[in-house]
C-alpha cells in the first residue's frame, strides 16, 4: 500500500526565511509519480509541481525548490524568502498505479507552514 | 482551478437531510475522482468513475453514500441522512483518462456543513 508522510504539522517562519517541507513517501512500484499541492485560507489546491519516479533532477520555480531522492524515498520542498503570502497547507502527494489498471493518489496529512510577517 | 467545476461552493444541510455535490469534469475529461478532505486532514480517496460506471468505490462509506457520472450531465455525490460527522470539503478531480500518468485536475471543492 503506498503511503505518504509528512511529519512537520506546523511551521512557523519570519517573512525572508527559507524553508523546507519535508515528504517521505513508501510505494512498491517502481513507476510513481510525485506532486505537491497549496491550500490557501480560501480552500482551493493549488497545483504545485508532478514529478515521474524516473526524473530525479530537482527542480526550481522561482523561489520554490523541490528535492527528489530516491534513495531515501524523499521529495522535500523549499520555499526560499518566504512571504506572507506563502501562508497555506502544503499537500504531498504520491499517483501509482491501481490494481485495476487506473491511477489512485494518496495525500499526505498536509503541513500547515505559517509566515509572519 | 480551471476547468473542473464543482457547486455549491458551500452547502449547509440539517441532520438527517440529503446532500448532492455537482461535479462537471473539463471538457474532453470522461474519468471522475472524488476525495473527501476532513477537518485538519489530508483528502482521502472515495470514489473513482467513469461515465456510467463505478470503477472504484473503495474509499466511500458502504451506506448513505453514492456516487455516480450519467451519460450526459455532470457527476453527483449523494450522501442521504446527513449526520454531524460528514461535514467535510468534498474535492472532485478529473482526468482525460485513468492511467496513472494522466494528471488529475481539482475543482475547488464544496464545502458541506451539517446542523
Known amino acids: 500500500a503506498q503511503k505518504v508522510t509528512q511529519a512537520q504539522t506546523e511551521i512557523s517562519v519570519v517573512e525572508k526565511e527559507d524553508v523546507t517541507l519535508d515528504c517521505v513517501y513508501e510505494?512498491?512500484?517502481?513507476?510513481?509519480?510525485l506532486f505537491w499541492y497549496k491550500q490557501p485560507p480560501s480552500g482551493e489546491l493549488v497545483f504545485l509541481i508532478r514529478?515521474?519516479?524516473?526524473?530525479?533532477q530537482n527542480e526550481i520555480s522561482g523561489r520554490y525548490s523541490w528535492n527528489f531522492q530516491k534513495s531515501t524515498s524523499s521529495f522535500n520542498f523549499t520555499i526560499t524568502a518566504s512571504q506572507v503570502v506563502d501562508s497555506a497547507v502544503y499537500f504531498c502527494?504520491?499517483?501509482?498505479?491501481?490494481?485495476?489498471?487506473?491511477?489512485?493518489?494518496?495525500f499526505g496529512i498536509g503541513t500547515k507552514l505559517q509566515v509572519i510577517p | 482551478n480551471a476547468g473542473v467545476m464543482q457547486n455549491p461552493r458551500h452547502l449547509v444541510r440539517r441532520r438527517g437531510q440529503e446532500a448532492r455535490l455537482r461535479c462537471s469534469p473539463m471538457?474532453?475529461?470522461?474519468?471522475v475522482y472524488w476525495y473527501r478532505q476532513l477537518p485538519e486532514e489530508g483528502l482521502k480517496f472515495m470514489v473513482y468513475?467513469?461515465?456510467?460506471?463505478?470503477?472504484?468505490e473503495s474509499g466511500m462509506p458502504k451506506e448513505r453514500f453514492s456516487a455516480e457520472f450519467p451519460k450526459e450531465g455532470p457527476s453527483i455525490l449523494r450522501i442521504q441522512q446527513v449526520v454531524r460527522g460528514d461535514s467535510a470539503a468534498y474535492f472532485c478531480?478529473?482526468?482525460?483518462?485513468?492511467?496513472?500518468?494522466?494528471?488529475?485536475?481539482f475543482g475547488d471543492g464544496t464545502r458541506l456543513s451539517i446542523l
Open positions: 478531480a478529473s482526468s482525460p483518462a485513468g492511467r496513472f500518468n494522466q494528471p488529475q485536475h
Open positions: 502527494a504520491l499517483s501509482e498505479d491501481g490494481s485495476g489498471g487506473y491511477q489512485k493518489v494518496t
Open positions: 514529478r515521474n519516479s524516473f526524473d530525479e
Open positions: 510505494t512498491r512500484d517502481t513507476t510513481y509519480y
Open positions: 471538457k474532453g475529461h470522461s474519468h
Open positions: 468513475l467513469q461515465k456510467e460506471n463505478i470503477i472504484d
